[in-house]
Every structure is written in C-alpha cells, then in structure tokens.
T-cell receptor, first 115, second 114 residues
Framework: GAGVSQSPRYKVAKRGQDVALRCDPI?????LFWYQQALGQGPEFLTY????????KSGLPSDRFFAERPEGSVSTLKIQRTQQEDSAVYLC?????????????FGEGSRLTVL | SQQGEEDPQALSIQEGENATMNCSYK?????LQWYRQNSGRGLVHLIL?????REKHSGRLRVTLDTSKKSSSLLITASRAADTASYFC?????FGGGADGLTFGKGTHLIIQP
C-alpha cells in the first residue's frame, strides 16, 4: 500500500486478555517504530526495529509487551494479560532511513481499550 | 519520558492570523522535527531541521532552531481552519550507541476560529 497500515483500528479487551496489533510498514522501509500515545499526550517510544533486528526495546513498559518483525516487513506488537493502564493508542511508524536520521511515516494507530 | 516540551499547551486564534509554537528540549540532538496530528489520526511529518541549521521554510511554515538555548519555534502564517490540530516537536538524539526513535513532546493544541 501507499502508507503505513495498522490493524485493528479499534480493539476492546477485557482485563487479562492477550491482544495482538499489526503493522504493515511502507514497502522497503528499513526502520520500524512502535509508540504508545495516551489521551492528550505525545507519543512515547516503545521499540525500534532495523529490518528484522530489534535494536532497542527500552521503552516497553513491562515484560507483558512483546514485539516482533520476523521477516523485516510486517510487525506485531503483543500485549499479554492486558491491564487498564494499557489503554492507549498504539502507533506504528516506518522510515527508509536508519534509526532517527529522517522523517517517520505514521499509521493511523490502533486504539486499545481495556475494560 | 518526554524530552520536548511545547509551549503553549493550547492556542486559539482567528483564521488569517499567525500561530507560533515553541519547543524546548534537554539533551544534544541530531535533528528536530515537527509533526501535526488531527484528532483520531496518525502523525504527519511537517518539517525537519538539522542541528547545524538555524532556520528552515516550507510553504506557510517557518521553523527556527537555537541549539544554545535548546529551543525551537514553529510559525504558521496566514492560518486556515484546516490547520486546527495538535502539533508536536520531536527530537532525535545524537546518534551513537543507542538506535532509539524520536522523542516527542506533549504537543500544542491549535484551534483556528473561522
């Protein structure tokens, strides 16, 4: 596709459920980032992939959060045993440049609500 | 944690007026970027200014960067109703060691009154 695609756009989960959020970056983009955005706040960095390698996962809030990008294209962010504080919009962004040297292209986000 | 801090948090002006938003940051940077986010949407890149640049223009946008004060400003001239959105500054730390992403501020919510 022409842009970064995320699915689902909206997800409602009961506390304790596992969720998986998918990101399709722009074809050929080397870098992929996941961000978490709480209501009224700016995006907070979660993790960074360069191709299939997860080079930085320092922003993941707990070991319940796990991300992968096995073939260097599509990425999945998994949250196990969801808690209410996990409610947020999860944004995926990609870039054809490595790391933080260029602009990021963002998807529309996946809004997670944990009841 | 968020490095950038935008000021003001909210701004309401009349259509046609200029809007100025400021951003302050804490650590040395490689570049600074401004993004726009419409309600319920993803972020859209507006402009990137490198640490060795002082000013940059793009259409109705003008960005300045003062690395000695660790601050940047975004000026939108001749504002339009469609400019209503949240604006975020994002800093890229000096690359070396960490391959982390951009660090965003909390944003300025801009409302253009028709």
């Amino acid at each position: 596709g022409a842009g970064v695609s995320q699915s689902p756009r909206y997800k409602v989960a009961k506390r304790g459920q596992d969720v998986a959020l998918r990101c399709d970056p722009i074809s050929g983009h080397v870098s992929l980032f996941w961000y978490q955005q709480a209501l009224g706040q700016g995006p907070e960095f979660l993790t960074y992939f360069q191709n299939e390698a997860q080079l930085d996962k320092s922003g993941l809030p707990s070991d319940r959060f796990f991300a992968e990008r096995p073939e260097g294209s599509v990425s999945t962010l998994k949250i196990q045993r969801t808690q209410q504080e996990d409610s947020a919009v999860y944004l995926c962004a990609s870039s054809f440049q490595r790391a933080n040297t260029g602009e990021l292209f963002f998807g529309e986000g996946s809004r997670l609500t944990v009841l | 944690s968020q490095q950038g801090e935008e000021d003001p948090q909210a701004l309401s002006i009349q259509e046609g007026e200029n809007a100025t938003m400021n951003c302050s940051y804490k650590t040395s940077i490689n570049n600074l970027q401004w993004y726009r986010q419409n309600s319920g949407r993803g972020l859209v890149h507006l402009i990137l200014i490198r640490s060795n640049e002082r000013e940059k223009h793009s259409g109705r946008l003008r960005v300045t960067l003062d690395t000695s004060k660790k601050s940047s400003s975004l000026l939108i001239t001749a504002s339009r109703a469609a400019d209503t959105a949240s604006y975020f500054c994002a800093t890229a730390r000096t690359f070396g060691g960490g391959a982390d992403g951009l660090t965003f501020g909390k944003g300025t919510h801009l409302i253009i009154q028709p």
